[in-house]
Nanobody
């Protein structure tokens, strides 16, 4: 395990959650100058990248979460965050923090860092 994700839970539709991912120094430093992001996967579904952030702070999101999710980073504590607002039942999934060495986009070839944190949104 290269990181610990936290902040998941059960909320009603319209609610908010803030996910955190604190990585080991080696893992964080490997990707902090390249690409980091959050990926989610629900049972029976393909994994979906929901946010990416480059070393210069630029971010990208798929249309499914744009305007509702915000990715951020704190390099001083090797931590990646995902602020999720206006949550919908379709956001229910296990969320993983991840890094990529190639093109930086939510669809990047991300490598998971940890065990994930469960987010459940009820209607």
């Amino acid at each position: 395990v290269h990181a610990v994700e936290s902040g998941g839970g059960s909320v009603q539709a319209g609610g908010s959650l803030r996910l955190s991912c604190t990585a080991s120094a080696d893992t964080y430093n490997t990707y902090s100058g390249r690409c980091m992001g959050w990926v989610r996967q629900a049972p029976g579904n393909k994994r979906e990248g929901v946010a990416s952030i480059r070393s210069n702070g630029s971010t990208r999101y798929p249309d499914s979460v744009k305007g509702r999710f915000t990715i951020s980073r704190d390099d001083s504590v090797n931590t990646l965050y995902l602020e999720m607002n206006s949550l919908k039942p379709e956001d229910t999934a296990t969320y993983y923090c991840a890094g990529a060495v190639g093109y930086c986009d939510p669809q990047a070839d991300f490598e998971y860092w940890g065990q994930g944190t469960q987010v459940t949104v009820s209607s």
